[in-house]
């Protein structure tokens, strides 16, 4: 009989680590949080030089697969992968097999064969991102699951309330408008509470979940609320996702009257934000939208080094220290 010999540990090929994933912001703790800030002001402060492009993912495949329309999140993970010097590869539903009737599943596994490092992924159902992460072996970034999530929309409007006032804990946010059909708001809820916020949602009572206080937030149908808070936070209307026939409210031009942000609604100094796309003069007033006070252009600019720090950490893990010592790389 051949002899049978057990090979040594050390002779082994090493492990891959385990794959990680943003799904959600549940799944994130408050160090985690913090050290995805801390490296995006690394970042922040890296992309000041002249040449703005760094080494520390040169070599790995980002796949931005996009079964939604999306201008500032699909357009930020592509320029966050390429400041990183990743590859990147793009896929839209429109014009893709998905019109022929392929599923999630065979699509996913198709892309999962050019072996992508990362997969951002967006679309219109609920849990989408997760099955994603069973049927390939890449890190998954949920970019937006129907009405559920959108963590990285979360964690920038944290950087972003983190650069303007210098802290979160003890802010007072109010959160105003649709928020039944709100990925966005469900996110910031859970990661306003980790970090020790005050969150208030105001909005037309049947755009008000039932038993979302659970998250850690208070509700009101009064307008007049937005007055207390440090931030006002402003959510349009997702028509896209009402169930047809529904009337949540009377008229788009009650719920202006009613609900709109608009500038006698506002303290001076007050600050506004608004994760787009907005719809001016309906739940935002044009004058409030352009006014100083106003972060939505500081969201923007906020989204590609928070996206590039979610990119770094899923693909490194490594401590703020490291990352400083890897943007000084030559590339």
Same mark, same amino acid.
């Given at each position: ?13 090493? *492990? ?12 994130? @703790? ?13 970042? +922040? ?95 998954? /970034?949920?970019?937006?699951?129907? *009405? ?35 990925? /966005?708001? =469900? ?14 949602? /105001? ?17 009101? @149908? ?13 959510? =349009? ?15 788009? =031009? +009650? ?27 309906? +739940? ?16 923007? =600019?906020?989204?590609? /080094? ?26």
């Amino acid at each position: 009989m051949a002899e049978i010999r057990l090979m040594r540990d050390d002779l082994l090929p090493p *492990k891959a680590p385990p794959r990680r994933h943003l799904i959600s912001i549940a799944g994130l @703790t408050r160090d985690d949080v913090e050290r995805l800030l801390a490296t995006a002001r690394s970042f +922040e402060r890296a992309l000041e030089r002249e040449v703005k492009k760094l080494p520390t993912l040169r070599g790995r495949l980002v796949l931005n697969l996009f079964f939604e329309s999306s201008t500032r999140t699909s357009s930020s993970f592509e320029l966050a992968a390429k400041r990183l010097s990743a590859d990147t590869m793009s896929f839209k539903a429109s014009g893709s097999s998905v019109e022929k009737g392929e599923s999630l599943k065979d699509t996913a596994i198709t892309l999962g064969a050019y072996d992508p490092d990362v997969i951002v992924i967006r679309h219109a159902h609920i849990g989408a991102p997760a099955l994603v992460a069973g049927w390939t072996s890449a890190h998954v /970034v949920n970019a937006g699951d129907g *009405k559920h999530q959108h963590p990285t929309q979360a964690l920038l409007d944290l950087y972003t309330l983190s650069a303007e006032f210098g802290k979160i804990d003890g802010l007072h946010v109010a959160i105003v408008g649709d928020v039944l059909h709100s990925r /966005v708001a =469900r996110s910031n809820i859970q990661a306003l509470a980790l970090m020790g916020a005050r969150v208030t949602l /105001v909005g037309p009572p049947a755009l008000i979940p039932r038993g979302i206080e659970a998250l850690g937030c208070e509700t009101t @149908t009064e307008i007049g609320a937005i007055e207390a808070a440090d931030v006002v936070y402003v959510l =349009r209307m997702q028509r896209e996702r009402m169930l047809e026939g529904a009337n949540y409210v009377p008229s788009l =031009r +009650e719920y202006t009257a009613r609900w709109g942000v608009t500038p006698d609604r506002l303290r001076p100094g007050q600050k506004v934000m608004h994760p787009g796309p907005m719809n001016r003069g309906v +739940e935002i007033d044009p004058l409030v939208a352009d006014a100083a006070d106003a972060l939505i252009e500081t969201q923007v =600019r906020a989204g590609l /080094v928070t996206r590039m720090a979610v990119l770094y950490d899923l693909l490194t893990h490594g401590p703020v220290a490291v990352q400083a010592a890897a943007m000084h790389e030559v590339a």
